[in-house]
């Protein structure tokens, strides 16, 4: 089992950047598919990236693709999430989850999740 905790959200304004982070704990972290995603106020939460064990394999949201990079270091065991060009619309709270197969975009595929970091994107 690994246990996950994000960090580096907080306000920006549009068109800023922010970089967030998701450091694991576990001895099998390398073995695991990672991914963001986030849930806005009164909205359900949605898939923004995800990325394979290996670190070869990434995936993105329509809405981020192009502004968002997810990473991982293994030696370190995190993730990262860098975002450029933020906007209003990418306020929400960003989780971080792992799962231990292959590299997916279902929220219910994901076993491991971290407790959430706020990003807020002022206008």
């Known amino acids: 089992q690994v246990q996950l905790v994000e960090s580096g959200g907080g306000l920006v304004q549009a068109g800023g950047s922010l970089r967030l982070s998701c450091a694991a704990s576990?001895?099998?972290?390398?073995?695991?598919?990672v991914a963001w995603f986030r849930q806005a106020p009164g909205k359900e939460r949605e898939f923004v990236a995800a990325?394979?064990?290996?670190?070869?394999?990434?995936y993105y949201a329509d809405s981020v693709k192009g502004r968002f990079t997810i990473s991982r270091d293994n030696a370190k065991e995190t993730v990262y999430l860098q975002m450029n060009s933020l906007k209003p619309e990418d306020t929400a709270v960003y989780y971080c989850?792992?799962?231990?197969?292959?590299?997916?975009?279902?929220?219910?595929?994901?076993?491991?999740w971290g407790q959430g970091t706020q990003v807020t994107v002022s206008s």
């Open positions: 989850a792992g799962r231990r197969s292959i590299t997916t975009i279902e929220e219910y595929e994901y076993a491991e």
């Open positions: 576990g001895r099998t972290f390398s073995s695991y598919a």
């Open positions: 990325q394979s064990w290996s670190g070869f394999s990434s």
